[in-house]
């Protein structure tokens, strides 16, 4: 048996409030347990997005109530809510700031309001930013100018992670995560994910939306925000590992009738099976588990500033081989894009603050037992 501290997940979506048939805090903070998480750090593009000291209460008090490890909620940057979010800023993880198209409402367009953060957030709290591409140069650009820290979300592409280890090697402060969809899969693999498998007569539809086709076969299931990108992409993640902070699920559940729905709403849950995979690939000798432990615990401390749990640690049984099944998992999204795949390693039991807080398959803490690490 292998035991390692409990892991953190800096990138989660919950859902609630506004989406709980997706997932809520209860079920999403199982899954996490499920997964040797003890602490998260929850997105806010719900409905409403977190974006002010009411909405911040609205969150609180629904994790307050349902969590089951710890958490922090983050705020989001919004066209007007800068001096909003400074006000409870201490109270959240830290300020989202979405400037490519995603789900949910939260986007800023402008550079100008991007700017307003940036002067407004206070310089020593986290600033995350979705930004792919060419808007994560110019994120770069500004945490530059502004003189401040900028994590960036869910790297995927190999010009992202280049131009994050020359940001680095200048002395920017810049940190960046790495989600395992983006490790362990690429475009090639989406006519497997395409919802080939469900069973279900494949219908023919305009194809007017953004949603990708493959042989005239849906794929709302591979839909994911940054999209999977090309096998020389995956290759430049693994090449640049030490460049990478932290992974990060990008937790993100959509039910499966919404994935093979019209306009299917872009994420993958992720919180089940990212260290499988990742002790997997530790098995496997692509990384060590080192590398693993600084990425998945003692990094994402630092990023984000958060406390250590005492007396708490994950088992984990190194040599147990199994396959991979939704019907097996706690969120409530009921699917995984690694259905069926092969790993190596499971999650026998989870201590979360001198308790027994997970073993074999169940929650042993009660709704409401987590807490929030920002108080
Ligand atoms: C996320 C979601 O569903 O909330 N989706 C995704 O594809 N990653 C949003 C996000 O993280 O960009
Ligand atoms: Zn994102
Ligand atoms: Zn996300």
Not at 26 to 40: E, K, N, Q, R
Not at 106 to 112: A, F, H, K, N, V
Not at 197 to 221: F, H, I, L, M, Y
Not at 317 to 339: K, L, Q
Request: hydrophobic share 40%.
């Amino acid at each position: 048996m292998l035991k390692i501290p409990g892991l953190i997940d800096p990138h989660v979506h919950l859902r609630e409030p506004g989406a709980t048939h997706k997932e809520d805090w209860d079920s999403g903070t199982s899954a996490a347990l499920a997964g040797g998480f003890t602490l998260v750090l929850a997105m806010p593009n719900t409905q409403p997005p977190i974006f002010d000291a009411a909405t911040l209460d609205l969150a609180l008090a629904a994790a307050r109530a349902k969590a089951r490890c710890d958490y922090a909620q983050f705020l989001g940057a919004g066209p007007d809510n800068a001096r909003d979010v400074r006000d409870v800023a201490l109270r959240a993880a830290g300020l989202k700031m979405y400037l490519d198209q995603t789900y949910g409402e939260l986007r800023l367009d402008s550079m100008l309001l991007w700017q307003e953060h940036f002067k407004t957030w206070p310089k020593h709290l986290p600033i995350v930013s979705h930004a792919e591409s060419r808007s994560m140069a110019a994120v770069i650009l500004m945490a530059a100018i502004y003189d401040r820290p900028v994590h960036i979300a869910h790297v995927s592409l190999r010009e992202e992670i280049l131009l994050i280890k020359a940001a680095k090697e200048r002395g920017i402060k810049v940190t960046c995560e790495v989600c395992p969809h983006h490790l362990f899969l690429s475009q090639d693999d989406i006519p497997a994910l395409s919802g080939a498998t469900a069973g279900s007569a494949v219908e023919e539809r305009p194809s007017t939306t953004a949603v990708q086709k493959t042989d005239g076969v849906r794929s709302g299931r591979s839909e994911v925000r940054p999209r999977l990108a090309t096998q020389a992409d995956v290759d430049a993640l693994w090449q640049n590992l030490d460049i990478i902070d932290c992974f990060a699920s990008d937790h993100a559940p959509h039910t499966l009738a919404e994935k093979d729905g019209e306009n299917p709403p872009p994420g993958f849950p992720g919180l089940e099976t990212m260290l499988p995979l990742l002790l997997t690939a530790v098995d496997a000798g692509r990384l060590t588990l080192d590398d693993l432990i600084q990425k998945m615990v003692i990094n994402p401390r630092r990023v984000f500033s958060l406390p250590e749990q005492p007396d708490t640690w994950v088992e984990v049984d190194e040599n147990a081989t199994y396959e991979i099944r939704a019907a097996e998992m706690h969120s409530r999204c009921g699917w995984t894009p690694f259905e069926g795949w092969k790993v190596k390693g499971k999650v026998r039991k989870v201590m979360l603050r001198g308790h027994e807080a997970y073993r074999d398959g169940k929650i042993l803490v009660e709704a409401g037992y987590g807490r929030n690490v920002r108080v």
